[in-house]
């Protein structure tokens, strides 16, 4: 924040240095009061940042030289008699500054300060009201009128565009397995459930897979968690390298891989889960080159009859059940208790 504060004060009291100075000058000001117009133009805002930088909160610190500026613009407002547009400016940049800063709340409070600014200013200066603004110090007043709520949206505009980046960031974590890179358990039944509305309203079939890895205890037993995790992610990447752009991979939890397969007739899906059983079968991984790893997959249609997308994950779940049951490594489809390759080869 003190950076970003840093940026707009030093463009907007520098500008209001020329508003002020100009106004003033008609009134003869005392040598004391042209140094701390100077001091406040062009060595507070470099004060401020060190300051608030230094401080062990930088957020209150910069809430106080805020607070500050708000108090000096009110003083500035007396010192130059209230001439109407060089003090309407002051104050109605101050105000947005606030606003911008920390809204409704933080406007009242530099309001506040504001007062006490005038009140400080009345007892020194015991002012008159000036009436007129000259031609001259509307000119002065003119850059910062233009220019400071230019550079003020600008700063607001990139902090909302970071603040936006950063959310869609997060996001994505909050949705993402971190050790595979897949949707995790959450965001994937969201999108199962996206899927089965799809298929209910379009009337149009798909296909989802559990995937296991058999005998995954015993491989962290024999070879270790890191052997593990890496038949994990070997399993994730060949999910993503292998399925459509429009399957969606996600892992279930442990090791458990699950799949949506939009649009594809249940002997198809059966047919991609079989090659991709038998690729992954066949992996050599070289720090560990007996290992020998192999998938129990478990696949469902969608039924029509189903009044939710649980019944559907339940299918699946079955299928995998009996894949696991009758000898792992294996694609066992809803309904039917033969294997993807005894289908295709009964004898």
Known sequence: MARRLYTSRTLGLVLGLLCVSVAMYPLNPAPWLWGLMLFNGLLWPHLAYQWARR???????????????????????????????????????????????????????????????????????????????????????LPLMCFYPLALGL?????????????????????????????????????LEVEFQRCQRQQQGGAIALIDIDHFKSINDTYGHVAGDMVLRHLSKMLMQNLRATDVAGRYGGDEFCVILPDLPLSSAAAVMEALRDRFATLGYEQTPALNVSLSIGLAAFNPSHTDATLWLNDADQALYEAKTTGRNRVICCGDGRSHRELLDPV
């Open 155 to 191: 700063i607001c505009f990139r902090q909302a565009h970071a603040l936006g980046r950063q959310k869609r960031e997060l996001l994505a974590l909050s949705r993402t397995d971190s050790l595979t890179g897949l949707l995790n358990h959450g965001a994937w039944k969201d999108q």
């Open 55 to 141: 401080s062990t909160t930088p957020y209150h610190a910069e809430h106080r030289n805020l607070l500050v500026d708000a108090f000096m613009g009110g003083f500035w407002v007396v010192a130059m008699h209230f001439n109407p547009l060089p003090s309407a400016t002051t104050l109605s940049m101050m105000a947005m500054n606030n606003v911008a800063i920390g809204g409704l709340r933080f406007l009242l409070a530099g309001t506040v300060a504001q007062i006490l600014g005038m009140l400080a200013g009345w007892l020194i200066f015991f002012p008159f009201f000036i009436p007129e603004t000259s031609q001259l110090q509307l000119y002065a007043s």
